[in-house]
């Protein structure tokens, strides 16, 4: 059973940048598709980033494209979430997501395709 832990969540003020990070307990994360999730207060859970195992690609939200990065640290076997020109619409607890081997391209923003979660960590964006 693999565990996944956040961490990086926090406060900060529009226009502001934070870094999420996403540890795994075991396995090697580069056997495993990961993804971003996330969900504000109210709201459904929405993907936000994911990247395909072994190397592959990454795929973003509409909404996030061109301010977030996804990335991975294999020595480290931790995933990151770089966040930057934050709104106040990124408010939401952010979760990472796994799935050991491939999720074809036109699943990977679905969250019924990862079988591993974190607990989230919440982002707050305000003033």
């Known amino acids: 059973q693999v565990q996944l832990v956040e961490s990086g969540g926090g406060l900060v003020q529009p226009g502001g940048s934070l870094r999420l990070s996403c540890s795994a307990s075991?396995?090697?994360?580069?056997?495993?598709?990961m993804g971003w999730f996330r969900q504000a207060p109210g709201k459904e859970r929405e993907f936000v980033a994911a990247?395909?195992?072994?190397?592959?690609?990454?795929n973003y939200a509409d909404s996030v494209k061109g301010r977030f990065t996804i990335s991975r640290d294999n020595a480290k076997n931790t995933l990151h979430l770089q966040m930057t020109s934050l709104h106040r619409d990124d408010t939401a607890t952010y979760y990472c997501?796994?799935?050991?081997?491939?999720?074809?391209?036109?699943?990977?923003?679905?969250?019924?395709?990862?079988?591993?979660w974190g607990q989230g960590t919440r982002v707050t964006v305000s003033s």
């Open positions: 075991e396995g090697t994360l580069r056997d495993f598709t």
């Open positions: 997501a796994a799935r050991e081997g491939a999720i074809i391209l036109s699943q990977l923003q679905n969250s019924g395709m990862y079988n591993y």
């Open positions: 990247s395909r195992h072994r190397g592959g690609t990454t």
